[in-house]
């Protein structure tokens, strides 16, 4: 694993000292993978790409994340039949973000969440109803995609043992868990890019949504 020092992994991933800081006390297996070497910490390059995403814990990115939401927001909620605005009417649990150890492309990142929706279905489908609104989007300064995704617990009882399971499908990947909160709009935000081909979609095992939603995305 290749490390470099503090300076140049301030210039490679362009985040402040107290930035990345903050990010490995939040992430102390991370931390871990960190070294001294003659009296100065080296950090992994490979974990540069954990500051490539909007996931996540600086925040001047939550309150970039906010104000482009709120703006969707608006633009949305003015188009009363969009999908969009229907998806934000509804009850959702988390808003997620999935950075991929691996460098995964659009299609990689469609199988991933498919595969972990039916791993989740699977586990709890008998027992609660289960919606999951993904998005593909590219890091900012590489060639590789991450997923954003809504994800709605009918059985609040089982919403713990839900993350644990995500966090186990994806126990080498980066995963960031948010209580869900519609007033940060996290629906229109991760429709930002919009909605094409394999850079979407809506699962959910609750057959009465599936005709109501498939209209609109017609």
């Known amino acids: 694993m290749k490390r470099e020092n503090l300076k140049e992994f301030i210039k490679r991933t362009k985040a402040s ?47 970039r994340l906010e104000n482009h939401s709120m703006k969707n927001l608006i633009d949305c909620l003015m ?28 299609k990689s990142c469609y199988r991933m969440m498919n595969a972990m929706y039916e791993d989740l279905v699977k586990q709890y489908g008998d027992r609660t109803e289960i919606r999951i609104f993904f998005t593909t989007e590219q890091f900012n300064n590489r060639n590789s995609y991450h ?48 909605l094409v081909s394999e850079d979407w979609d809506i ?4 057959d009465r949504e599936k005709e109501r939603l498939l209209d609109l995305d017609n």
Request: with cysteine; net charge neutral.
């Open 79 to 106: 188009d009363k039949d969009s999908l969009q605005q229907t998806l934000w009417y509804m009850d959702w649990s988390f808003f997620i973000t999935v950075a991929y150890k691996a460098e995964r492309q659009k």
């Open 203 to 206: 699962l959910f095992n609750n």
């Open 17 to 63: 000292k107290s930035t990345i800081y903050r990010f490995y006390k939040r992430n102390e297996e991370l931390w871990s993978e960190s070294k001294i070497k003659y009296g100065k910490r080296l950090f992994p390059i490979e974990h540069a790409k954990y500051f490539d995403s909007e996931i996540m814990f600086d925040e001047n990115q939550v309150l």
């Open 147 to 194: 997923n954003h995704l809504v994800l709605y617990v009918s059985n609040k009882k089982l919403e713990e043992q839900v993350v644990e399971s995500i966090n186990e499908f994806f126990m080498y990947d980066r995963t960031d868990f948010k209580v869900y909160d519609k007033y940060k709009a996290g629906i229109f935000y991760a429709c930002k890019d919009g």
